[in-house]
């Protein structure tokens, strides 16, 4: 029986996955059979390595494919022999499992003979490609675990070289040459001596950009539950789940599959999901996201997410602040701290501006940054005021969203109320998801709506027990930007089908009145908080 698998390569005799055909021919037919040289640079656990392996085997039929990988070989790179020296030997073997003839192993495993090797690295590829019938694929993964070397750009000059001059006519070599990494090489970020300044120095600017989108659409996961259904005929929709999916991973690969092995594996069994009919519905799809954010010991790719936020302060504060204040960044891949967010897979473009990648690793970041904010001490009065009386705010299992509003409003009004305009501006929406996360925290999820994400609004779900809430969050621009505000809340209301819904504006009108009222439209109501 398949299964779902989040740990190495996918084998899709063995594991449920996206059907990767289509983008498998895309590559021969636009990279391959045109003979480019390219680097498929996306962030941890996108799919690579899986993708390498399917498209080996696809390449398998038409040319001699020599895969190798970098990882655990930073002992090649102490030196260009001994570099020279490892490549002679990894490729060996798998010339050896291509089958091809002993007298060509041979010739490739002959010892090298001059204090060059490198430069006899560099013959004997140029004698491989002219002895074998069929053209030469080199495909190497974790190409950028050592990319911060010499030696590796002396390797990345050598294929440099033999590519130009194959094209002029005067060398042979590999047809194509695939780099599979985090990091863009072809712009790689060099630090050769600590007295040094970074540079940006890479040979690799014969490559081909590589415009093959590696998520997941909703088709994509629809064709995968598809073939799980075929098999479990759980009575899912799957239509439905697949979007669901997608709009909490936006097709990111890895996330995709963890949510769906844990509907498959874990959920099953737990409280409220007894059979696998239960685990892959709306609300497993909303809880099998919950246990992966919190699992022990945290999963390598948030714990990346962690770790980077930290090296590089200046992208930590820009995502604070399109988290908090809805601020819009240009999208420019020209600045290093949004290269940097693309390549790890924590940001996006769209619209023009700098997005966050996909729901998850937005709560995942408004965790870490609600955490860190309560260690530090930072307007945490707010926090722990919510964490007295959270107990207030259940009852019967579901939360009392009415009286949260309320009693937000009388903590913003007894400590806040005479803070500047700069201030609120700043620090009013992080104040009530401050207040909001001690209530749902461990058992309900709450996320920001991005399409309404910005300077002036911010839509928050909270999804407990399986009810959605609806709260608009808002900076208040006079009474006709209000009413704007009110319609399309009540609009969004009719999108998630819901009947009630919240509104919290912050005005910094001298003569605001504050208070809590009722708006009523359409059989619907909005409680409006204005603080």
Known sequence: MKSFNTEGTCIPEENYMVDLTGRIEK???????????????????????????LLEKHLQKKYIVLSLSFEASDEYFTSQSHLAK???????????????????????DRSFETEFPMKELNGRITELC????????????????????????????????????????????????????????????????????????????????????????????????????????????????AQLLYDYTSGYPYLVSALCQIMDEQLPGEAGFETLTDAWTRQGVVEAEHQLRKRIPVPALFDDLTKNLQAYPTLKNMMSSILFSGARYPFNMGVEEIQLGVQFGFLKEKDGVVAISNRIFETAMYDTFIAEMVINGDSTETYWVSMRIYNQFIVNGQIQMDLIMRRFYDHFQEIYADSDEKFLEEQGRRLFLLYLKPIINGSGNYYVEARTRDMKRTDVIVDYHGTQHIIGMKIYHGNEYNKRGEAQLFDYLTYYKKDVGYLLSFNFNKKKKTGVSEIHYNGKRIMEVVV
């Not at 590559?27 to 390498?52: H, M, S």
């Open 27 to 53: 590559i021969e037919k636009d990279y391959i059979v045109r003979g480019k040289y390219f680097t498929i640079n996306r962030a941890r656990q996108y799919g690579k390595t899986t993708l390498l392996h």
């Open 130 to 241: 002219d002895t074998c019938d069929r053209k030469i694929v080199l495909m190497i993964d974790e190409v950028d675990k050592s990319s911060d070397n010499q030696v590796f750009l002396s390797f990345l000059g050598m294929l440099r070289t033999k590519y130009l001059a194959k094209r002029s006519g005067t060398d042979n070599t590999f047809l194509s040459v695939i780099l599979a990494g985090v990091y863009d090489i072809k712009n790689l970020k060099l630090k050769l001596h600590p007295d040094e300044q970074p540079k940006y120095n890479s040979p690799w600017n014969i490559s081909a950009d590589f415009l093959v989108d590696m998520s997941y659409s909703t088709a994509d996961i629809s064709g995968m539950l598809t073939e799980y259904e075929a098999d479990h005929r759980t009575g899912m929709d799957v239509a439905g789940i």
């Open 86 to 108: 490892g490549l002679k030997y990894d490729l060996g073997k798998r010339l050896k499992r291509a089958g091809l003839p002993e007298s060509v192993v041979a010739a490739w």
